[in-house]
């Protein structure tokens, strides 16, 4: 079959250069020669011809695997839109086949940051999408922008310091909430700042959380009140310290 094609290939070349003959500057003499150079050019892209056919000329795959209906044969390795070939490779000088593209290179783990990963029970170990690791801190993080304006691996809490509740009557010393029996280690507050364009983003503090406290205040507008009990039914709040944004990286 492969031979065929071929034939078929060559045959239809001559019958190019004959018809374009009388339109040629140069005569027929000149464009054989650009023909033929053409053609030379194009059978020395190494396995021009097998990959425009399709390594499934054979039946039989790259690397020794076997094809399952004769790959590339429409296609298939080396077809133009196989994963053997690319459209611009070689267009001065015809299609060749390109090496397997390499396996993609694992994710490296810093010396704090460090990849985490999934695993199943048959062998999967793949790294998270967007979670990591710090070692110093032993938490999880992900990146975000930090209050510096620096993007850093900031903690993944559920707690979070905002302006509603203090720890104190005059609703100064803020305090961290979070549902209902989780026990954070730290709690990140947001701060929108405005953007050239005049949207919005946010930028996070980070807070290292304390103790518990059931006494808590709450603002509004200028008014400070010791909270209603009901809120302590669904929520928990800690004490909170700041942290330094450079604590993190």
């Known amino acids: 079959m492969m031979r065929r094609s071929i034939e078929w290939f060559l045959g239809s070349v001559l019958v190019y250069v004959f018809v374009a003959a009388c339109a040629a500057?140069?005569?027929i003499g000149d464009l054989v020669e650009k023909a033929t150079g053409g053609l030379k050019s194009m059978m020395e892209g190494t396995?021009?011809?097998a990959g425009a056919l399709g390594s499934g000329a054979s039946n039989q795959a790259?690397?020794?695997?076997?094809?399952?209906?004769?790959?590339?044969?429409t296609q298939g390795e080396g077809a133009n839109q196989g994963s053997g070939a690319?459209?611009?490779?070689?267009?001065?000088?015809?299609?060749?086949?390109?090496?397997p593209v390499p396996e993609a290179d694992a994710a490296e783990d810093g010396t704090r940051?460090?990849?985490?990963y999934r695993t199943t029970a048959d062998g999967l170990r793949a790294p998270e999408a967007f979670y990591f690791w710090d070692k110093e801190?032993?938490?999880?993080?992900?990146?975000?922008l930090a209050e510096d304006g620096k993007e850093r691996c900031l903690p993944v809490s559920s707690a979070s310091v905002g302006t509603s509740y203090f720890a104190d009557s005059g609703c100064s010393v803020p305090v961290s909430f979070v549902s209902k029996g989780i026990c954070p280690s730290y709690a990140v507050s947001?701060?929108?700042v405005a953007s050239c364009d005049s949207t919005s983003t946010y930028r996070y503090s980070t807070y290292e959380v304390g103790s518990k406290t059931t006494v808590?205040?709450?603002k509004s507008g200028d008014t400070c009140t010791e909270v209603n009990p009901a809120t302590l039914d669904s929520l928990d709040f800690y004490s909170v310290t700041k942290m330094d944004t450079t604590m993190w990286t």
Do not use: D, H, W
């Not at 790259?62 to 044969?73: I, L, Q």
């Open 113 to 116: 940051i460090v990849n985490l």
């Open 62 to 73: 790259p690397n020794g695997g076997k094809a399952e209906t004769g790959s590339g044969a």
């Open 47 to 49: 396995g021009a011809i």
């Open 86 to 99: 690319t459209q611009g490779e070689g267009a001065s000088g015809g299609m060749s086949i390109m090496n």
């Open 216 to 218: 808590v205040y709450s």
């Open 137 to 144: 801190l032993e938490v999880r993080c992900y990146f975000q």
């Open 190 to 192: 947001p701060t929108a």
């Open 25 to 27: 500057p140069g005569g």
